[in-house]
Structure formats: C-alpha cells, structure tokens
C-alpha cells in the first residue's frame, strides 16, 4: 500500500490539556491567565498547518527480533515487541504541524516567555489531538475490515529508542511528503511532530491499557498524566 499524504484542519485545542502541559493540577487560575491561554489557542489555530503520513506494513518476527517486513527496520526494545504482539499488520505515522509554530515559540521566548511556555503547550496539545484523529479516520476504515488498531506507540516511550526516528521517516519518505526531518541528535524537526506506530488487530481482541507508571522514563517525564492513559 502507498503512504496516504493529508492536511488536517478544525483541530481542536483542550485547555484542560494546555493546562497538563503547563503542570497545572486543579489550581484555581487567574482570569488574566485565562484570557492568556484562550487568547494562545487561538493563535497556535491561525498558525499550524498540520500535515499527515502514514502508511501499513506487514510484521516479520524472527529469534528475539521484530521487523518491519520488507525493510531492514529493527523495533528494538520489549516495550513495543509486547505492545503489537498480537498484530501481524501495523500502521506507521508521522505528523507535523509545521515551521509557522516553532518560529512564533522561539520569538516569544525573546520577548515573552510567559506566552511561549503557553503557545508550546497549545501547540504540543495541537499535535497529539492530529494524531488522535488520524488514528480515528484510520479505524474507521479498518472497522470496515473487523480490525482495529491498538494504542499509539512512540519513539522514546518505554525502551523504544529515539534513534530509529529517521528510520522511520526515511520509510515514510516524510521530508518529501511532509516535509518532516530528523536531526544527527533524534531531534525532529518542525519540533511540534510525532512519529508512532499501531498494530492492525482483530476486532474481538481487546486493546491493551497503558499506564505511564509501567514506562521506564516515569520518574523524570514531566508531561506524564495522573491516570492510566491510551497514548503517551
């Protein structure tokens, strides 16, 4: 199958997640605050330009080693060989929400921090909800088959190592498609991107609940959520 290449527009911004990533829990807010993060959301709206890939390939397992048929791709770590063990199939995406937001956060951190700190939130906020809805609008195809996918799975995550980030891309050939690229260092670039895979699973086997406690970055991520979560 070819990469499917899309634009995703109306993305929706929840200040209750803005205000996760800003380390709130609960507190009462200030209504200069809230007019601040209000006034961010809609700024980090008129300045995202989402764009998707995503593409499904055919597991090969062989002795202690998951692969991505066809490629010389490696899934190293326990962590996503347990998560997309019952699949056979997975679907590998990449998003980005483009150069636009990463250029107004630097400017604002020269100028404002407050208000970069909460463009930064917005935009991470922005990023994840793409990916939630690209997994949607892909599910609902594969309901059509009685498949589903199970829960994103990121670089990073768990044991999963940041350094197969351009591979991934390069598989996606997202520099071209998206315009999305990896730095010597693992650092995407625009920053405000993600790159996941989900397995392909039957429609009768349940998806497995994630905990961030069960991560091996739990003690020193910052942006871990309080309850048990589908994605990280």
């Known amino acids: 199958m070819n990469s499917q290449v899309a634009e995703m527009n109306n993305v929706f911004i929840d200040q209750n997640e803005v205000l996760r990533y ?10 200069g605050l809230k007019d601040l993060i209000a006034e961010s959301i809609e700024e980090t709206k008129s300045l995202i330009q989402p764009r998707v890939v995503y593409k ?14 066809g490629t010389n791709v490696i899934l190293l770590g326990q962590g996503i060989a347990n998560h997309l063990e019952e699949a056979k199939t997975c679907v590998l995406l990449a998003i980005t929400l483009g150069m636009a937001i990463d ?13 970069a700190l909460i463009l930064d939130a917005c935009a991470s906020t922005a990023v994840e909800q793409v990916a939630n809805d690209l997994c949607a609008e892909i599910e609902a195809q594969l309901k059509l088959e009685n498949q589903h996918l199970t829960t994103r799975f990121s670089p990073g995550y768990d044991d999963f190592p940041l350094a197969i980030q351009g591979h991934l891309l390069a598989l996606l050939n997202a520099q071209r498609t ?4 990896v730095t010597e260092h693992n650092i995407m670039l625009p920053r405000k991107s993600i790159t996941a895979l989900a397995g392909v699973i039957e429609l009768n086997q349940p998806k497995k609940k994630r905990s961030c406690i069960n991560c091996s970055r739990f003690t020193d991520c910052q942006f871990r959520k309080e309850r048990s979560v589908d994605g990280c």
């Open 22 to 31: 800003l380390g709130y829990r609960q507190q009462k807010l200030e209504d």
């Open 178 to 181: 998206i315009g999305l690229t």
């Open 103 to 115: 250029r107004k956060i630097n400017y604002y951190k020269k100028v404002n921090l407050t208000k």
């Open 56 to 69: 499904f390939f055919d597991l090969q397992r062989e002795t202690a080693r998951l692969l991505i048929a």
